[in-house]
DNA sequence: GTCTATAAACTGATAGAC
DNA sequence: GTCTATCAGTTTATAGAC
C-alpha cells in the first residue's frame, strides 16, 4: 500500500515528485497528466500510483516539498542578530533567490492560491503558511520592539508590503522583460536595493501622516 | 463561420463568455470542460462551437475582455488632477476593488502569468501589462515631476511597491483568511490605508539611505 | 513476505464532428 | 442532440529483489 509520505530516501518517489512538481507548476492540477509524469520521471504510471494513491494525494506531496524548502531557506533569517536593515535586506535577498531558483515549487503554491484558495484556504493556512508567516513577521515585529520599526506601523504591514514585492518581481518577470520601460527583470539585486530603499524611507517628498 | 471576436451586441455571445470566465478561473484551462460551460451559459455545446471554433479561441477572448475591463477601471484615474496623496489613495482603491469585485477575471490573468511555457497568450498579456503600466507609472511620474514624489525615488519601483501590495492582499487573502494574526483580509480598506502609510512615509523609525 | 516495479485493462469524461 | 475517438485517473494481475 503506498504511503502518504514516501520515504526521501527512496529514489523513485523523489523522481516522481520532482517530475510531478514541474507538471503542476506548469500546466496547473487538471492540465498535468498522470502519464507525462511517469514519463518524466523514468517510471510508469502503475509506479506511480504506487508510491502516491491518488493524483490528489501526489499534488498535496509537491505542495508540502515546497513549503518545506521555503521554510529552510527563511528560518535562518529569524535567528540573525543583525540590525534591522541588513535583516531586511537579506530577507529581500533569500526570497528573491528562492522564488527565481525554485521558480517552480513558488508558482505551484501561487497557482494553488488562485486556483483553490478559497476551498482549501484552511488547510493550507493552517499546514503551509502559518509557519513561515510566524517566521517571517518576527523579524519586523523583534524591529519594532528593538525601536528600529517605525512605532507607527503594524509589523504585519511591513512585512505584507516586503513580501508582496518579492512576489510581485517574481510573477509580473517574465512579461515586464519585454517592456523597454522597466529594467530591473534582468537585475534583482538592484530591484531589491530600490524597494529596500522605498520600503525603508517611503516615497513622499515630505513625509505627513494621512 | 465563428468570427474570432463575436459581436458584443449578441446575447449568446456574452452569456458564453461570463460562463467560461468563471470556469476558467475555478478551474484552470484544462479543468474546464466545454460542455460545463454551455450548460452554464444555458446553450448547446454545438452553440458554443458555433461562436468559438475551438476551446483555445475562447480562453483567448476571456483574456481579452479581462484585459479591457481592467483598463477600463484605471483610465481615469490617470486623468484626474488631484495630489499625489488623493491619487495614490484613488489607485490603491480601485486596484483592490477591481480585483475583489472582479475576481474571476483579476484570477485568470495572474494565473495565466503563472503559465511556464508562456505559449499561450504571452503576447496578449504583455499587451495587457504594457497599456496599464504607461498609464499606472504616469501617476508617479508627474508626482515626481511636481515634487510630491521624493526625488531619490524611482517612479517605476514606486508603482511596483504599490501594485505589489494590491496583488498580494487578492492573493493571499484566501490564505490569510484563516490567520488568527492577520486582521486585514475582511477590511481591505484598513490594509489600503496601512499600505499607504508604509509606502509614503516608510518603515524605517530612523530614516536613512542604506 | 515486503518492497518496488510493470503491463494491461477498465471506467468515465473530454473536445470536437456530424 | 448524438456520436466518436481519445485520453484521463485508477485498478488488477504479475513478478523480480531484498
Redesign the interface.
Known sequence: MPSPTPHATCEGARQILDAALEAF???????ASMHAIAQQAGVSKANVFHHFASKELLYLAVLRTAAQRWRENLVPIAQSNAC??DQL?LLVQRVLDHLVSE??QS?VV??E???N??LR??E???EI??DN??IE?GV?RRAQAN????????P???W??T???C???F??R???R??P????AEAPER?AQ?????????????????
Chains 1, 2 share one sequence.
Open positions: 507548476a506548469t500546466h496547473g492540477y487538471s492540465g534591522f536593515a535586506k521558480s517552480a508558482r501561487l497557482r492560491m488562485l486556483e484558495g478559497a484556504g484552511r493550507l493556512s493552517e503558511f502559518n508567516f510566524r513577521t519586523f525601536g528600529e520599526l517605525r512605532a507607527g506601523v503594524d504585519i504591514l511591513a505584507a508590503a513580501l508582496a514585492a512576489l510581485f518581481f510573477q509580473t517574465d512579461v515586464l519585454f517592456n520601460d522597466f529594467p530591473y530591484f530600490g524597494i529596500r530603499d522605498v520600503l525603508l524611507n517611503g516615497i513622499a517628498a515630505h513625509p505627513d501622516l494621512s
